[in-house]
């Protein structure tokens, strides 16, 4: 008699298991495409194309303030890739003063915070556009910061440095 519910037991077992595996899922893993719909009074998530305004001294801090906000995290104050997060375990991203990055056109740097890039999430959904061209600007200045030579420096303030 025992020996009889042993395979009935494993019999119910077996057709629950296939029952639920054969249960309609609720919500099947797709990744998002194309542009997600905007809920009214945020920040756009992607724009309509934009161009780089020209860099002025407030673009520039603009763009300071922000890449301290939303990139420092991981890209460092110096853009060099080791920021707290990345100190923590994050792979690491890789230096803004490569001879890629610092060939790659302003445009790049607006695109990744965009879409993301690899690893990188998109920061387009809390990053609004202007402030976008801003943050890229400030990296590009940045990145002349680490490689400046005595050209940068106007003929009047060269003396400056004597
Ligand atoms: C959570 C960490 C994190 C934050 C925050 C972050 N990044 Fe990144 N970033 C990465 C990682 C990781 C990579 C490398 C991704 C890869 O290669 O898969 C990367 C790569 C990049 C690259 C290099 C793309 C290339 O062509 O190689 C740029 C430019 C960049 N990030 C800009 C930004 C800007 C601008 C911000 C702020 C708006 C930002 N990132 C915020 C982690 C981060």
Partial sequence: MKGALVPIAMLVCLTACDDM??????????????P??????????LDRPSQAPPVTLELLERGQERFRIYCTPCHSELGDGHGMVVQRGFPPPPSYHTEHLRQAPV???????????????????????????AIAAYIRALQRSQNATDGDISADRRGALE
């Avoid at 595996?21 to 194309?34: D, E, I, T």
């Avoid at 997600?36 to 998530?45: D, F, G, L, Q, R």
């Avoid at 965009?114 to 690893?119: D, K, L, M, S």
């Fill in 36 to 45: 997600a719909a905007v809920p009214s009074n945020t920040v756009e998530y």
């Fill in 107 to 133: 445009q790049h740097f607006y695109d990744v915070m965009t879409q993301g890039y690899g690893a990188m999430y998109p920061f387009a959904d809390r990053v609004r556009p202007e402030d976008r061209w």
């Fill in 21 to 34: 595996s054969n249960q309609a899922k609720q919500r099947h893993y797709a990744p998002a495409v194309g």
